[in-house]
């Protein structure tokens, strides 16, 4: 296996850089090992809502809108605890987003108005890499 992150941090920042490039896939997987190795059961739900929002968007950028809404709402049900920010992520601005791409989704539940909007994805902002290291080794 090549390119595999030697520690959990690394497994963060990899799943968020391909959430970031819409990598929805490949993000759900590599932040699914960083779910499944988080031992502390008040962290998991925030790794449960950064999968859930993966894959929230890579079903709205295949055209599974019922799919894209229920992900998006269940990954924002489970950050809304981690607001405003959370390992270095604002997690509100994300939610912010999410919901909004949610809630156009719905308006729009054919698809007739507008399709996948890229534009309105958002990006998870990594900005303090410290407090990702402090928060993780608590």
């Not at 390992?87 to 156009?104: P, T």
């Not at 989704?105 to 909007?117: H, L, N, Q, S, V």
Request: hydrophobic fraction near 35%; include cysteine.
């Amino acid at each position: 296996m090549t390119d595999v992150p030697v520690s959990m941090i690394e497994w963060i920042r990899r799943g968020i850089d391909e959430f970031n490039r819409e990598l929805f896939f490949e993000a759900h997987e590599t932040l699914e090992q960083v779910w499944r190795s988080e031992w502390r059961q008040n962290r998991r739900p925030f790794y449960q809502g950064l999968i859930q929002l993966s894959v929230g968007f890579y079903h709205w950028r295949n055209g599974n809108r019922r799919g894209a809404v229920n992900l998006l709402r269940r990954g924002s049900t489970n950050l809304a605890a981690y607001a405003p920010k959370f390992h270095g992520i604002d997690v509100s601005a994300l939610l912010s987003r999410a919901r909004e791409c949610a809630e156009r989704i719905e308006k729009d539940p054919d698809g007739r108005e507008f399709g996948y909007a890229r534009h309105l994805v958002p990006r998870i902002g990594l900005d303090d890499l410290g407090s990702l290291q402090r928060d993780w080794e608590e």
